[in-house]
């Protein structure tokens, strides 16, 4: 799976990307993540990436044409990517959830993420994408923090990024369904009286098993 992420702050991913899972799944190539300068694809000596609304208003708009330039040459320079999709994060968009991140990790080999920033997005850019996505009922200040959810949420459902000790199947939201989780504990064994199901402490898989699905409920 290829991310590329085209933003005006490149270097927000830096300390992300190079820690952990996402790490780990690019050194074991299983994704490659390219973070794009919108900036880099403007045309003026000064690299400007949005202007004011036309009709008035507050703040600026991301302008259309730096963003339909990098799209076009991210799809250009690697069309072996044959099942894209170009995403405008965008908090009026369809929501992202496990399902969603589910589909993209089986379907597709390559998601271009856009990360708007100010008022948003020039409504032409919405022509240039295959979809909107919202990482939730709230405004942000730019896309790149959905840029990291989506890229984590979609490399974790990746075949052999997590280890088989940390199963996605075991996991709340597994199957892309409810939120379904058991009590989990580490030690100590007793915090303040606060003890440790001992079932837990006996080593007997069956019944570990058994009490966790008996214990499993919707959040
Ligand atoms: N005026 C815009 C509106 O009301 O929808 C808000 C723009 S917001 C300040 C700037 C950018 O942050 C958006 O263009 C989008 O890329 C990103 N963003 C903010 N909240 C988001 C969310 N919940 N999900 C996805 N992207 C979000």
Request: hydrophobic share 30%.
């Amino acid at each position: 799976m290829q991310f590329d992420i085209i933003t005006i702050f490149p270097e927000i991913f830096n300390s992300y990307f190079n820690e952990s899972i996402l790490k780990i799944a690019q050194e074991k190539k299983k994704i490659e993540i390219k973070v794009h300068n919108l900036r880099d694809y403007t045309l003026d000596k000064h690299k400007n990436t949005d202007d004011t609304p036309y009709g008035g208003g507050p703040g600026m708009i991301m302008q259309v044409e730096p963003i339909d330039r990098a799209i076009r040459w991210i799809t250009k320079n690697s069309k072996d990517k044959k099942n894209t999709k170009v995403i405008a994060l965008d908090p009026g968009g369809k929501m992202f959830t496990q399902k969603v991140a589910t589909k993209y990790a089986q379907d597709l080999d390559r998601i271009i993420l856009l990360c708007g920033r100010y008022e948003g997005f020039d409504a032409r850019v919405y022509k240039l994408v295959d979809e909107r996505l919202s990482i939730g009922e709230y405004v942000l200040s730019g896309g790149e923090l959905p840029a990291m959810v989506v890229t984590e949420a979609v490399t974790r459902l990746l075949p052999g990024v997590l280890g088989h000790e940390h199963s996605t199947l075991e996991e709340s939201y597994s199957m892309g369904l409810d939120y379904i989780e058991y009590p989990q504990y580490t030690r100590p064994e007793d915090y303040k009286g606060d003890k440790v199901p001992k079932i837990l402490l006996s080593g007997d898989h069956g019944k570990i098993k058994e009490w966790r699905q008996k214990h499993r409920k919707k959040g």
